[in-house]
Structure formats: C-alpha cells, structure tokens
C-alpha cells in the first residue's frame, strides 16, 4: 500500500510559479514510478509529467514542456512539480500518482496504480 501527500498549490498570477511536492509512504519498496496530472472542472484528466527511478526517465505533456520540471529526491520518496511561466489554463486540481512495480516505458501517469488527494492550482491572468 502506498500513500501520497501533496502540498505546494495555491493561487499565482499568469508569469508566476510554484513547486508541488508529493511524499511517498510505504511499507516496504520505493516507489519507481511517479508522476502527475491534472483535472480542470468540466475536462477530462491530463497526464502532466512522470519521472522513473529518480530521473532516468522524464516525460512531459506537450502543453507543460518547457516550463514544468519534475524532479525526485529518492532518499525521501518524495516528487517534486516546478512549475514555471504559468498560465491560466494550468489552472487545475493536480494530484500525485505512483506506482512501485513499472517500468522505463511506464511515462503515463493516468496509469499508475496509486493516486493522491489532489492539491488546488489556480492561475489568474
């Protein structure tokens, strides 16, 4: 069983930024996979980004490349989302996944088996 925990969203004018953080609880094994997306009220979930064991492997969505970074600490079993230059259609729950058993190819995290409680992004313009 894994569970995550993120903090780190809020509200930011367009240009702005802010890092979210995600914390991995388990019980046994790390977890290898981890990622995020996001869900806007009224559109469907976007897998935003996905790091695989520590960064061997990063994706990001099209829309976030170049201005959103994913990075993690392993050592703490924690993910981290800098997001830069934001904009209001970042505007967004975002939640943490993850998942322990995948792997390198795993990039989508709309897939992986644990999901978090989302933290609230809002960008105004």
């Known amino acids: 069983q894994v569970q995550l925990v993120e903090s780190g969203g809020g509200s930011v004018q367009a240009g702005g930024s802010l890092r979210l953080s995600c914390a991995a609880s388990?019980?046994?094994?790390?977890?290898?996979?981890m990622g995020w997306f996001r869900q806007a009220p009224g559109k469907e979930r976007e897998g935003v980004a996905s790091?695989?064991?520590?960064?061997?492997?990063?994706y990001y969505a099209d829309s976030v490349k170049g201005r959103f970074t994913i990075s993690q600490d392993v050592a703490k079993n924690t993910v981290y989302l800098q997001m830069n230059s934001l904009k209001p259609e970042d505007t967004a729950k975002y939640y943490c996944?993850?998942?322990?058993?995948?792997?390198?190819?795993?990039?989508?995290?709309?897939?992986?088996?644990?999901g978090g409680q989302g933290t609230q992004v809002t960008v105004t313009s």
């Open positions: 996944a993850a998942s322990i058993w995948c792997t390198y190819s795993d990039y989508d995290p709309l897939k992986y088996k644990y």
């Open positions: 790091i695989y064991a520590g960064g061997v492997r990063t």
């Open positions: 388990t019980e046994r094994y790390s977890t290898n996979c």
